[in-house]
């Protein structure tokens, strides 16, 4: 089975930034997506943005993250970076790394979110204002 890591949450000023890393141990194939989601207190889970590994990889990425968030990869390893600038307030939240077997094909959402088959524990964003 695999296994998936995130890290790099913190606590930020608005108009900041943090790169979040995710990895993915044991078994993977040689095609996987890794996707970000996220999910604040209250609210229900949203995804953020997603990449292929050994897929092309192609990138997708949800209207909150576009011109501000981007993710890409290690080409030496199965990791995935979220790299997040101009932090807003709205963007606080627990962010989850997950995996799901096969290249993305689309837009990371709530609704699409079972279709991943790992999950990481996530890491803590908070930004304040």
């Known amino acids: 089975q695999v296994r998936v890591v995130e890290s790099g949450g913190g606590s930020v000023q608005a108009g900041g930034s943090l790169r979040l890393s995710c990895a993915a141990y044991?078994?993977?194939?040689?095609?996987?997506?890794m996707g970000w989601f996220r999910q604040a207190p209250g609210k229900e889970r949203e995804g953020v943005a997603a990449?292929?590994?050994?897929?092309?990889?192609?990138?997708y990425y949800a209207d909150s993250a576009k011109g501000r968030f981007t993710i890409s990869q290690d080409n030496a390893k199965n990791t995935v970076y979220l790299q997040m600038n101009s932090l807003k307030p709205e963007d606080t939240a627990m962010y989850y790394c997950?995996?799901?077997?096969?290249?993305?094909?689309?837009?990371?959402?709530?609704?699409?979110?079972?279709?991943?088959?790992?999950w990481g524990q996530g890491t803590q964003v908070t930004v304040s204002s």
């Open positions: 997950a995996a799901k077997y096969g290249a993305c094909w689309r837009v990371p959402t709530a609704a699409g979110s079972s279709e991943y088959n790992y």
């Open positions: 044991g078994y993977t194939p040689s095609t996987f997506c």
């Open positions: 990449l292929s590994i050994g897929g092309g990889g192609s990138t």
